[in-house]
């Protein structure tokens, strides 16, 4: 017998926002009360400098990427006392502030703007890293019968101009928060930047712009006039115009900086005065003396520099609010020599129309913002977990693209620039398919349209040096079988058929495929994988193939009896029971699964340890197990026995050359120019064993704290948590390869493992086996809604929906079934005692 009732929290906007107990906020206070897990000061006495590193390769300061094989790239240290030590958080990598898929910039913890990626400049043409070293905001303060002071607000700012003493820095994307400090600043100034996120809404989120807002206090007991000024360079060559609303910067032709930029300020009541300059010391010069510049109507006029400045004056212990808004329409990108343009011309017509309609939604972007925060903070899960969850998700932006044909497409990395590579794809999928469902299938229609006549479905979808979605790739073993294992994923959890039902003919092809290349050993022979330093297509084969493969049989079969195709379901459950005998003989060792197998030569007991990765999706996707759960269990402790470093687990061990550590290496011991590559740590590993000792049923301290290594490495050992590379070593841990990669997003699958979420969109079933003990509350994910499961007591359960909407027939969690219709939209909540 069970007890239950339903309930919602009060919509009104003027509720207090309090560790986000409520579902909406007061919309002129939510930008105080968002919450940040990380922070980094920066101080003017700081002494910044690059020093150079080994890599394989590498995206660089000022290039999209190194010479590849034995490349040095630029790493920012702090140096104190003659010594580099790791600087402070924000300063290496910050925030991406931007348009999904439409370009972003950094603003970074000194106060600088970084990595101008919105001028259509990419790998694949248009220009290369652009850094806008005056791009500047002033501040100008006038206390009550007081002496006026003026900071640029950078702690190391360009020559000349006086900067700010201290800089707070805190990232919670898509948000950057600074907090100003100096003994003659008269009143407390936070800059809050941030860009338009909405979930299940990517349109919504490709906003070309950028927002800037100060909030200001007054705590003295006089009043302080107020001023603030931001520069733009001409970067693009353009004309200046102004106008009631602000600044525009035009350039006329077809070239990638051809369009516009526009800056605004938001706030309508507030007075707005302009300059143009062909240098920045005139500029500053001019705001520091008054705060304002000439209003002297301004009209295709060339310059290097133009200004806009707004002012306030708050009373004794007085807030205040100023809005910035930054925003740029370039039509014309060009990919490998083709102009394929952006999408968000298919939603604006110009920056200035940009500008507008974001100012008049602001309050809905606030909202949108302090929803995702719940969704990633209002939990149980520990701190280093929260943080890396919203931040993730910024790589989507930072190298999405969205072209003006509707194509959404994902760089590996702007180092290795190959179009959307589906091994990659998949390790970053379970964002895509919970947040934007319609560009998981929009990534999913141009893998099948790329498919090869064989059935094969293709690497990637091009690189940075062909035209879009023409295939340049090998053979794979993680193509078909990621590709199956996707489109299932996208019909168990959206419910979608007419989806599936114009991809059921690719999909059956690749199943047939994967079948075919079973012919010799029972399992697909000679194929390289995402692990591409093993020559594994020399191999006959390989360990992680096959649990991809055996996984994909699992999810092929459900999807064959879907569609109603008995002969290929019997098909597909013959080939995995083949498959499952092949396992054991060429790959058990009785402790643990090698990771190859070769017929006619000798092989090691090497041990890879990403070997599970099929299983670990097998689990996600309550497709069942791939092999003996005992046999699994026995190689994640070899996996943790063998592997482990302080970093994260060794990729592989047991060769012949295990402690190959750069630079003391053995020569001809591996085929990349004698760099190291066993001792090397792909972060995946440990992520991905985490989430699968999990499912096991390991222990659950043991688990968390094996992808802690990783998460931690990036946020505070070497406080570069925006720019994940793909690999660090496992002796000082320093980046090894690779940029601003998204492998890393696998770790969606902890939070998932944790409650144990099933999800099942057609039958509207969800059900739960939670790992940890009430009381306590965790996350869950659907691409329809998102929320929250607590469990309040031993049988007592609340089920609250934060975003979207959702509906259930059946709930269940642990043992107990809750059977009646549910229906909850956000702010929702169902709750119940079994008894």
């Given at each position: 017998?069970s007890?239950?009732?339903?309930?919602?929290?009060?919509?009104?906007l003027?509720?207090?926002v309090?560790?986000?107990?409520?579902?909406?906020?007061?919309c002129?206070?939510?930008?105080?009360h968002?919450?940040?897990?990380n922070?980094?000061?920066?101080?003017?006495?700081?002494?910044f400098e690059?020093r150079?590193?080994?890599c394989?390769?590498?995206?660089?300061?000022?290039?999209?990427?190194?010479?590849?094989?034995?490349?040095?790239?630029?790493?920012l240290?702090e140096?104190?006392?003659?010594?580099?030590?790791?600087?402070?958080?924000?300063?290496r990598?910050a925030?991406?502030?931007?348009?999904?898929?439409?370009?972003?910039?950094?603003?970074?913890?000194?106060?600088?703007l970084?990595?101008?990626?919105?001028?259509?400049?990419?790998?694949?043409?248009?220009?290369?890293?652009?850094h806008?070293?005056?791009?500047?905001f002033g501040?100008?303060?006038?206390?009550?019968?007081?002496?006026?002071?003026?900071?640029?607000?950078?702690?190391?700012?360009?020559?000349?101009l006086?900067?700010?003493?201290?800089?707070?820095?805190?990232g919670?994307?898509?948000?950057s928060?600074?907090?100003f400090?100096?003994?003659?600043l008269?009143?407390?100034v936070?800059?809050?930047?941030?860009?338009?996120?909405?979930l299940y809404?990517?349109?919504?989120?490709?906003t070309p712009?950028?927002?800037?807002?100060f909030n200001?206090h007054?705590?003295s007991?006089?009043?302080?006039?107020?001023?603030l000024?931001f520069?733009?360079?001409?970067h693009i060559?353009?004309?200046?115009?102004s106008?009631?609303?602000?600044?525009?910067?035009s350039?006329?032709?077809?070239?990638?900086t051809s369009?516009n930029?526009?800056l605004?300020?938001?706030?309508?009541?507030?007075?707005c005065?302009w300059?143009?300059?062909?240098?920045?010391?005139?500029v500053?010069e001019?705001?520091?003396k008054d705060?304002k510049?000439s209003?002297t109507p301004?009209?295709?006029?060339?310059?290097?520099?133009?200004?806009?400045?707004t002012?306030?004056?708050?009373?004794?212990?007085?807030f205040?609010m100023?809005t910035?808004?930054?925003?740029?329409?370039?039509?014309?990108?060009?990919?490998?020599?083709?102009i394929l343009g952006?999408?968000?011309?298919?939603?604006y017509?110009?920056?200035?129309?940009?500008?507008?309609?974001?100012?008049?939604r602001l309050p809905?972007t606030?909202?949108?913002i302090?929803?995702?925060?719940?969704?990633?903070?209002?939990?149980?899960l520990?701190?280093?977990?929260?943080?890396?969850?919203v931040?993730?998700?910024?790589?989507?932006?930072k190298?999405?693209?969205?072209?003006?044909?509707?194509?959404?497409?994902?760089?590996?990395?702007?180092?290795?620039p190959?179009?959307?590579?589906?091994?990659?794809h998949f390790?970053?999928?379970?964002?895509?398919?919970?947040f934007?469902?319609?560009l998981?299938?929009n990534?999913?229609?141009?893998?099948?349209?790329a498919?090869?006549?064989?059935?094969y479905?293709?690497e990637?979808?091009?690189?940075?040096s062909?035209?879009?979605?023409?295939?340049?790739?090998?053979?794979?073993g993680?193509?078909c079988?990621?590709?199956?294992l996707?489109?299932?994923?996208?019909?168990?959890?959206?419910?979608?058929k007419?989806?599936?039902?114009s991809?059921?003919?690719?999909?059956k092809?690749?199943?047939?495929?994967?079948?075919?290349?079973?012919?010799?050993?029972?399992?697909p022979?000679?194929?390289?994988?995402?692990?591409?330093?093993w020559d594994?297509?020399?191999?006959?084969?390989?360990?992680y193939?096959?649990f991809?493969?055996?996984a994909?049989?699992?999810?092929?079969?459900?999807?064959a009896?879907?569609?109603s195709?008995?002969?290929?379901?019997s098909?597909?459950?013959?080939?995995?029971?083949?498959a499952?005998?092949?396992?054991?003989?060429?790959?058990?060792?009785?402790e643990y699964?090698?990771?190859w197998?070769c017929h006619?030569e000798?092989?090691?007991?090497a041990l890879?340890?990403d070997?599970?990765y099929?299983?670990?999706?097998?689990?996600i996707?309550?497709?069942?197990?791939?092999?003996?759960?005992?046999?699994i269990?026995?190689?994640?402790?070899?996996?943790?026995k063998?592997?482990?470093?302080?970093?994260?687990?060794k990729?592989?061990?047991?060769?012949?050359?295990?402690?190959d550590?750069?630079?003391?290496v053995?020569?001809?011991h591996a085929?990349y120019e004698?760099g190291?590559?066993?001792?090397l740590?792909?972060?995946?590993?440990?992520l991905?064993?985490?989430?699968?000792?999990?499912?096991m049923?390991?222990?659950?301290?043991q688990?968390?704290n094996?992808?802690?290594?990783?998460?931690e490495?990036?946020?505070k050992?070497l406080?570069d948590?925006?720019n994940?590379r793909?690999?660090?070593?496992s002796?000082?841990?320093?980046?090894?390869c690779?940029s601003?990669?998204?492998?890393?997003?696998?770790l969606?699958?902890?939070?998932?493992?944790?409650s144990g979420?099933?999800?099942?969109s057609?039958?509207?079933?969800?059900?739960?086996q939670?790992k940890?003990?009430?009381?306590?509350?965790?996350?869950?994910?659907?691409?329809?809604a998102?929320?929250t499961?607590?469990?309040?007591?031993?049988?007592?359960?609340k089920?609250?929906v934060?975003?979207g909407?959702?509906?259930l027939?059946?709930?269940?969690?642990?043992?107990?079934?809750f059977t009646q219709r549910?229906r909850?939209?956000?702010?929702?909540?169902?709750?119940?005692e079994?008894r």
């Amino acid at each position: 017998m069970s007890k239950i009732w339903f309930s919602s929290l009060a919509p009104s906007l003027l509720m207090t926002v309090s560790n986000f107990t409520s579902g909406q906020v007061d919309c002129g206070n939510i930008l105080s009360h968002l919450q940040f897990k990380n922070s980094g000061v920066v101080k003017s006495s700081m002494l910044f400098e690059y020093r150079r590193l080994p890599c394989y390769y590498m995206e660089d300061v000022d290039a999209w990427s190194t010479p590849w094989s034995n490349a040095t790239y630029q790493y920012l240290y702090e140096i104190r006392d003659g010594q580099p030590i790791t600087p402070p958080s924000g300063i290496r990598s910050a925030v991406p502030l931007g348009g999904l898929g439409a370009g972003t910039i950094e603003l970074r913890a000194d106060g600088s703007l970084r990595d101008w990626n919105i001028f259509n400049n990419s790998p694949a043409g248009g220009g290369g890293k652009v850094h806008l070293d005056e791009a500047v905001f002033g501040l100008r303060t006038q206390v009550e019968n007081g002496e006026a002071k003026a900071w640029v607000l950078r702690t190391h700012p360009p020559a000349g101009l006086s900067g700010i003493a201290q800089i707070e820095y805190s990232g919670a994307f898509p948000v950057s928060r600074l907090r100003f400090a100096d003994d003659n600043l008269p009143l407390a100034v936070e800059l809050y930047a941030y860009c338009e996120f909405r979930l299940y809404d990517p349109e919504g989120s490709a906003t070309p712009a950028v927002i800037f807002t100060f909030n200001l206090h007054n705590p003295s007991e006089k009043s302080v006039e107020v001023s603030l000024m931001f520069n733009l360079p001409n970067h693009i060559g353009g004309n200046f115009s102004s106008s009631q609303k602000g600044l525009t910067l035009s350039k006329a032709g077809t070239s990638p900086t051809s369009g516009n930029m526009a800056l605004r300020i938001a706030e309508a009541n507030l007075p707005c005065s302009w300059l143009v300059s062909s240098d920045l010391p005139t500029v500053w010069e001019d705001f520091s003396k008054d705060g304002k510049f000439s209003t002297t109507p301004i009209k295709n006029k060339f310059a290097q520099h133009g200004a806009l400045a707004t002012s306030v004056k708050l009373a004794s212990g007085q807030f205040g609010m100023i809005t910035f808004v930054l925003s740029w329409y370039f039509p014309y990108r060009p990919h490998a020599g083709e102009i394929l343009g952006n999408y968000y011309t298919k939603l604006y017509s110009s920056a200035e129309d940009v500008g507008d309609k974001v100012i008049a939604r602001l309050p809905d972007t606030w909202q949108s913002i302090y929803q995702w925060q719940r969704l990633c903070f209002d939990n149980s899960l520990p701190e280093w977990l929260q943080d890396a969850m919203v931040n993730s998700v910024a790589t989507i932006f930072k190298t999405g693209m969205w072209f003006a044909d509707g194509r959404f497409r994902q760089w590996e990395s702007f180092c290795c620039p190959a179009v959307e590579p589906i091994h990659i794809h998949f390790y970053r999928s379970l964002p895509y398919v919970w947040f934007f469902p319609s560009l998981h299938q929009n990534l999913l229609k141009g893998f099948a349209s790329a498919q090869a006549d064989s059935g094969y479905i293709e690497e990637n979808l091009g690189d940075a040096s062909v035209n879009l979605d023409v295939p340049k790739g090998r053979q794979m073993g993680d193509s078909c079988t990621t590709f199956i294992l996707a489109v299932y994923q996208n019909y168990l959890w959206t419910g979608d058929k007419l989806f599936l039902d114009s991809l059921w003919q690719n999909v059956k092809k690749a199943i047939l495929w994967q079948i075919e290349r079973c012919r010799k050993y029972g399992l697909p022979d000679h194929l390289n994988n995402t692990y591409d330093w093993w020559d594994f297509e020399r191999k006959d084969l390989v360990s992680y193939n096959a649990f991809l493969h055996m996984a994909s049989m699992l999810a092929a079969e459900k999807l064959a009896k879907i569609q109603s195709d008995e002969e290929l379901a019997s098909a597909c459950l013959k080939n995995l029971q083949v498959a499952q005998k092949a396992l054991d003989k060429y790959f058990w060792t009785g402790e643990y699964f090698r990771s190859w197998f070769c017929h006619d030569e000798p092989f090691p007991d090497a041990l890879h340890a990403d070997t599970l990765y099929g299983q670990l999706w097998a689990c996600i996707l309550d497709l069942g197990l791939t092999t003996d759960k005992e046999k699994i269990v026995s190689h994640l402790a070899a996996e943790m026995k063998k592997n482990s470093s302080p970093f994260g687990l060794k990729v592989m061990q047991g060769t012949s050359c295990d402690d190959d550590r750069h630079p003391d290496v053995r020569p001809g011991h591996a085929p990349y120019e004698n760099g190291p590559v066993n001792s090397l740590v792909w972060q995946a590993g440990s992520l991905d064993w985490a989430s699968l000792n999990i499912y096991m049923d390991g222990d659950v301290e043991q688990s968390l704290n094996e992808a802690k290594k990783v998460i931690e490495h990036w946020r505070k050992q070497l406080c570069d948590q925006w720019n994940y590379r793909d690999l660090t070593t496992s002796w000082d841990g320093n980046p090894w390869c690779n940029s601003h990669y998204s492998r890393q997003l696998i770790l969606w699958a902890l939070p998932l493992a944790l409650s144990g979420q099933r999800y099942d969109s057609s039958q509207k079933r969800l059900h739960f086996q939670p790992k940890l003990n009430a009381p306590t509350k965790l996350p869950f994910f659907t691409p329809v809604a998102c929320g929250t499961l607590e469990l309040v007591s031993d049988r007592s359960y609340k089920l609250t929906v934060l975003v979207g909407e959702l509906e259930l027939s059946e709930l269940q969690i642990g043992k107990d079934v809750f059977t009646q219709r549910i229906r909850l939209k956000a702010g929702e909540s169902f709750a119940a005692e079994a008894r």
